[in-house]
């Protein structure tokens, strides 16, 4: 696995010192800011005394955290290059942890301790996830960068989908480039008169639906996808079987191009490095966290704006201040969304037809330009999306989330192939990956739009909607908004 094992011993155990530092770090943070005069002085009202030996009983933990960080594979080289892959790791580490000190904390004769490391306990768990997550993300990125671990020569068994053009163009890769760090590649393909042959010295296995027993037999350590001629349906399902494997997924696909275009910080060599489910499941419960804190301060902030549109648009044109209609939401299920009113009541009936004739031409349908229904003060909304905000309340109703596909109108699924319903296994959002793409793009075609929704909904992590969020502000800021 290394050109010499000392320096490999070397370097994962400045990894193990930088881990213990920073997590002493967190300790003597919080044993500041315990000890400070304000801090003493509330808690001697609160009747909460605190001794030093909390300090000494919290920076003991921290040195045990190697341990913890071994169990969780955390010192492995596949992690340690990967930053988001670590976090549900690291936090499954401190949570670990933090059990084991709360039983020592029951179990203390010494109850003054024992209640003053409580609040300790805390602060020690949360800072420490926090502060040991950033170190990582560093690690990793230097790692990347062959700043770090640089002496190890990474001999990776990789198992590769396709045996195709792609295939053979990703096999002359592995020769000629030692920096992908790859050994042994094993192909898999569904063309039966390349089984038992090779490609460029690679052994081409079996089929394509083989893939859990030939990363199981080989001992894989990675899967690349390398497949052009292929429904984008058939790839949707390729990538859910290598995703049962565990293993880290990469994909070389001109069907997946728009989204590497979006997803520059997941592309590794030139392949599209999709999250494993160690990220995407704790990543289910911090959206919804997410969803819930930052839209309530959203509500609370746009509040008195809100109401001075409400009377502007009452003031302006005739009818209702907000526009209901039911959009298709997570599981196909419908549900009420808010807007606020931005046309003159009118029949629906001609922009229902625009919209379909798009759809049946493959466009994409985004807000209809130049409608004469539009209201002056709707053109205005709408140009910087603030039409949407009223969705704000479908959000902390549980309805929609911050990012996510938009939601749909129920007569646009029958445009919609199977893999296109897809986009149904999250939340629809506020905003997603193909509003702050397509509004860059001319004619985004429907089969573009939905590759950007199935992804997000198969593939999405907190950092992905944190990124396509940070893209929005300037897209809205700038009234580029055609959603």
């Known amino acids: 696995m290394t050109e010499s094992g000392k320096s490999f011993s ?5 990894l193990l010192v930088i881990d213990v530092l920073t997590a002493l770090l967190a300790v003597q943070i919080i044993f500041a800011f315990r000890t400070s005069e304000t801090v003493i002085a509330f808690s001697r009202k609160a009747g909460a005394l605190y001794k030093t030996e909390a300090f000494i009983f919290y920076a003991i933990a921290a040195l045990s955290i190697p341990i913890f960080f071994r169990l969780n594979n955390l010192y492995k080289y596949r992690v340690i290059a990967a930053a988001t892959d670590q976090i549900p790791q690291i936090i499954k580490s401190y949570f670990t942890l933090g059990m084991v000190l709360l039983v020592l904390l029951f179990f203390l004769q010494d109850r003054v301790l024992a209640t ?20 990582r993300a560093i690690i990793a990125a230097l790692v990347r960068r062959r700043k770090f671990l640089r002496d190890e020569v990474v001999a990776k068994k990789v198992v590769i989908i396709g045996a195709g053009h792609a295939g053979e163009s990703f096999a002359l890769r592995i020769l000629n480039d030692p920096e992908l760090g790859i050994e042994k590649a094993y192909f ?3 063309d039966e008169t390349k089984i038992g042959t090779s490609l460029l010295s690679f052994p081409i296995l079996g089929r394509t639906n083989e893939i859990m027993r030939a990363a199981i037999d080989v001992g894989a350590d990675e899967i690349y996808i390398t497949i052009n001629a292929i429904t984008r349906e058939r790839l949707l399902e390729v990538i859910e079987e290598c995703k049962k494997t565990k293993l880290p997924v990469k994909v070389f696909s001109r069907h997946f191009r728009i989204v590497q275009g979006e997803m520059e910080g997941s592309v590794l060599s030139g392949a599209l490095e999709l999250p494993s489910q160690m990220t995407i499941q704790p990543g289910l419960v911090a959206k919804r966290i997410v969803d819930v804190i ?4 959203a509500f609370l902030v746009a509040l008195i704006p809100g109401v001075l549109v409400a009377l502007a648009i009452k003031l ?3 009818g209702p201040v907000l526009y209901t209609s039911y959009r298709i939401g997570k599981g196909g299920k419908p549900f009420k969304m808010f807007k606020f009113r931005t046309m003159r009541l009118n029949d629906e009936t001609e922009h229902r037809e625009i919209a379909e004739q798009r759809l049946k031409e ?9 409608d004469p229904r539009i209201t002056p003060i709707g053109r205005f909304l709408r140009k910087y999306s603030i039409d949407e905000f009223p969705q704000i309340l479908n959000v902390l109703r549980g309805e929609m989330s911050l990012v996510g596909p938009r939601p749909c109108l129920d007569y646009e699924l029958q445009y919609f192939e199977d893999w296109h319903k897809r986009r149904f296994l999250v939340l629809p959002g506020l905003t997603g990956l193909w509003q702050v793409t397509g509004r860059q793009i001319d004619g985004l075609s429907l089969h573009d739009a939905m590759i950007l929704d199935v992804f997000y909904a198969e593939n999405f992590t907190i950092w992905l909607d944190i990124k396509i969020l940070l893209k929005t502000i300037p897209v809205v800021l700038f009234g580029k908004s055609k959603v």
């Open 116 to 135: 003053s490391a409580r609040g300790f306990w805390l602060g020690f768990e949360i800072l420490g996830i926090v502060l040991v997550s950033i170190e």
């Open 188 to 190: 898999l393909d569904d």
């Open 362 to 370: 493959g466009v994409h349908m985004g807000k209809p330009e130049n």
């Open 316 to 318: 302006t044109s005739r």
């Open 10 to 14: 070397l370097s994962k155990v400045l």
């Open 294 to 297: 930052a839209g309530t301060i």
